[in-house]
């Protein structure tokens, strides 16, 4: 069997009958409006719709009729602010080429219907062969983001910053990295993503990348995107972890605009990836004896 056949029998299964319910029920609500944007289908039995993916915060099928498709993501009940935050980077990027287009939203049911993507995840092993292209489109694309959506200033270095997350604590006490980082001053702030897996970007025909999935944006300083963008890489292709790194900081340099630093962005990069993989011990033990 195909893989996309196989992965289509995944996210079938991972629908459960409440769920399918819950994408009838919205699409029985709307379905001439859907219809209508989607192609010329005015009623339910009109519209398919087939399953691509269930998580805690929404449930997301493709949309087919006659006249063409679509991406419908209906989003669970108490989702509101991760319904919002998507609907709202969608709309506010409309016309950009990095993120799906916009078609349509709807508050009362939360749900965002979005133009259809057709292309390979970038996790899909057949990819590995060229995952330093992969890279730079990466880095193009996430820089392209940077330019793009809202900024706010800040102060202080990313040692300060990341001194606040439990997840980089050990990595803070370690002094090779906090000579490191205390020397590198945000850039400000910026609307990111915070979701870094690589199921998310989506490989086109033409060889770019769109990106997927702006639930769990929140302001984080410039560059936070890029660098776990890094370690999501580093996990899936490991054997050409820096090379792909040289190329994601091109690709990234190439279409950011402002004060962001490239060269030190990847830096912290490389320190994120050693604080997720977990320092070595004779590491820690320096560190907690003040070396």
């Not at 409440?18 to 859907?34: E, F, G, K, L, N």
């Not at 990466?138 to 300060?160: E, F, H, V, Y």
């Not at 990348?209 to 300083?221: G, Y």
């Not at 790194?245 to 950011?256: K, R, T, V, W, Y």
Request: aromatic share 6%; glycine share 8%; net charge neutral.
């Amino acid at each position: 069997m195909a893989t996309a056949d196989r992965a289509a029998e995944r996210a079938a299964d991972s629908f459960t009958s409440a769920d399918r319910q819950m994408v009838t029920d919205v699409c029985s609500r709307w379905s001439s409006q859907i219809g209508a944007v989607v192609g010329r289908a005015r009623a339910l039995d009109e519209l398919r719709l087939t399953p691509v993916k269930s998580s805690e915060e929404a449930l997301c099928c493709r949309v087919d009729s006659d006249g063409g498709q679509a991406f419908l993501k209906v989003f669970r009940p108490g989702q509101d602010a991760s319904y919002r935050r998507e609907r709202d980077v969608l709309t506010m990027l409309k016309g950009n080429p990095v993120v799906p287009r916009h078609l349509a939203h709807c508050d009362d049911d939360r749900f965002v219907l979005s133009a259809f993507v057709d292309g390979l995840r970038a996790d899909r092993g057949e990819l590995a062969g060229s995952s330093v292209h992969l890279s730079y489109e990466m880095g193009r694309c996430l820089g392209r983001l940077d330019a793009a959506l809202p900024k706010r200033a800040s102060t202080g270095t990313w040692l300060s910053y990341l001194e606040k997350y439990d997840a980089y604590r050990d990595l803070c006490t370690w002094s090779p990295a906090r000579d490191v980082l205390s020397e590198m001053p945000l850039c400000g702030m910026v609307l990111s993503r915070c979701d870094a897996a690589l199921s998310n970007f989506i490989v086109t025909e033409a060889g770019t990348i769109v990106v997927v999935d702006f639930a769990r944006s929140r302001f984080k300083p410039r560059g936070w995107d890029l660098v776990h963008a890094h370690a999501a890489l580093m996990t899936r292709f490991p054997d050409r972890s820096d090379k792909d790194l040289d190329e994601l900081i091109a690709g990234f340099a190439d279409c950011h605009r402002g004060a962001a630093r490239p060269q030190e962005l990847g830096r912290v990069a490389q320190l994120l990836v050693m604080a997720q993989a977990g320092l070595p011990q004779n590491m820690l033990e320096g560190a907690s004896n003040g070396h």
